[in-house]
């Protein structure tokens, strides 16, 4: 059974910081592995997405990173700003022709602190 | 495209009653999913369907619950004789799958909360 794991929990940090945010995974059979970001009370909103054969991918302040071997992927934010706050959400999808649900990790709430 | 609409954005409901929510995807969508999520945790997978067959389901959707999509438009999610464990946000997502369209990036609505007395 795949179990996502991300660490910290929580996070403040002053404005203008970098930071990461951490996601390991179980098992590395996966088709590509998504990061979201959620705020209080409100649906979810992809910011990237990483295909298994992929290392990488950046949008504007945002580097995701893959290491399927290992099991992990971190979220890079850059010159981190109060906007920035926010619960951010990994989920990994199961290798293409199993099945299609997006298995979650229990997220980490972000705090940038102006 | 007004993205992806949930309603009611919140319903409480006494032990008991039954629940429906709705969900209106991206028009051009063919797959819709359905998620629940509680305090403090991820989403869970409930069910999904591309266009109006459903394809997949968890074992979290007990006989309680049952989703449709005639039409292959929008999706209901009904939850018979709720229970208190049944309070949650139901989150609803839609993406648009095929060969030719590359990742599957789903775009999720706002959600629906239940409270349930």
């Known amino acids: 059974k795949q179990e996502v794991t991300q660490i910290p929990a929580a996070l403040s940090v002053p404005e203008g910081e970098n930071l990461v945010l951490n996601c390991s995974f179980t098992d590395s059979a996966i088709y590509n592995l998504q990061w979201f970001r959620q705020d209080p009370g409100k649906g979810l909103t992809s910011l990237l997405l990483i295909q298994s054969s992929q290392r990488e991918q950046t949008s504007g302040r945002l580097n995701a990173s893959l290491d399927k071997s290992s099991g992990r992927s971190t979220l890079y934010i850059a010159a981190s700003q109060p906007g920035d706050s926010a619960t951010y959400l990994c989920?990994?999808?199961?290798?293409?022709?199993?099945?299609?649900?997006?298995?979650f990790g229990k997220g980490t709430k972000l705090t940038v602190n102006p | 495209d007004t993205g992806v609409s949930q309603d009611p954005r919140h319903k409480i409901t006494k032990r008991g009653q039954n629940v429906t929510f709705r969900c209106d995807p991206i028009?051009?969508?063919?797959?819709l999913y359905w998620y629940r999520q509680t305090l403090g945790q991820g989403p869970e997978f409930l069910t999904y369907f591309q266009n109006e067959a459903q394809l997949e389901k968890s074992r979290l959707l007990s006989d309680r619950f049952s989703a449709e999509r005639p039409k292959g438009s929008f999706s209901t999610l009904e939850i018979q004789r709720t229970e208190q464990g049944d309070s949650a946000m139901y989150l609803c997502?839609?993406?648009?799958?095929?060969?030719?369209?590359?990742?599957?990036?789903?775009?999720f609505g706002a959600g629906s909360r239940l409270t349930v007395l």
């Open positions: 997502a839609s993406s648009l799958w095929g060969r030719s369209s590359g990742a599957n990036v789903l775009t």
């Open positions: 989920a990994v999808q199961k290798s293409q022709g199993g099945s299609e649900k997006l298995v």
């Open positions: 028009s051009e969508h063919n797959r």
